[in-house]
């Protein structure tokens, strides 16, 4: 099973349109340091599963039918745009799971084209994919979001954005699980806060209390890369900050 993490930026992404910070600017001489927004790709027993729709390159890195399914955390424009020109696309339709939200984004559900809505997940009831086990995992955002546990033979990872902290049954389900990897979503630096969102703390205090975890950064904002150029002190032994095109890989 392998998680590639095709994006790894909050919704400004970096570099930011006329930003000058220093994580803007070194994104701009360095192209390996941008960011693109969030969202990732599992492969596993020779199938192809998306996490979010929203790469830029999204049509050309998956030709027509080399996609199986697209697994969405929510539907906030960051993390579905792509879904509007897939939708007219000449393939087989890709089967769409997502959390319960009537509203979705704009008018998918009334012109879906080639999308193939399936009836929206619930918070701990897993399901099969690609022979593997998922279970989506409740967060905490402004608009019904869902993380997924992703179980096979070779181990177990989940991916999680956006949220601000954790819910109760979601971090029992985590402890119970001790997934390999958690992705995280840590936007902010420690000097902000917000309903919708990790900071670096909230990240440091979820990896001390889950230590075999490797827990990787993700969905973060300019300000944090900022932030963690200058900073001195030392990330914890089991805390890595993604990058867009990281892999995990359990074999
Ligand atoms: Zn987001
Ligand atoms: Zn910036
Ligand atoms: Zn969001």
Known sequence: MKLTLLGTGNVQAAPLYGCDCIACKRAQKNPSLSRQLSSAVLEVN??????????????????????????LTHYHMDHVQALFDLRWGIADPIPIYQPNDPNGCDDLFKHPGILDFQQANKAYSRFQLADI????????????????LFSSAQGQIAYLTDTAGIPDPSWQQLLRHQ?????????????????NHNNLYDVFEFAHAMPETQWVLSHIGHELDSFLHQYNGELPSNVQVGHDDMQLTLE
């Not at 050309?60 to 697994?71: W, Y």
């Not at 086990?133 to 997924?148: A, F």
């Open 179 to 195: 997934p390999d990897y958690v992705v995280i979503d840590c936007s902010y630096s420690p000097l902000q806060h917000s309903p």
């Open 133 to 148: 086990e998922i279970m989506p995992l409740s967060l905490n955002h402004s608009k019904p979001t869902l993380g997924y």
């Open 46 to 71: 020779g199938k192809c599963l998306l996490i979010d729709a929203n790469h830029p390159q999204l049509q050309s890195r998956f030709p027509a039918n080399s996609i199986d399914a697209i697994l």
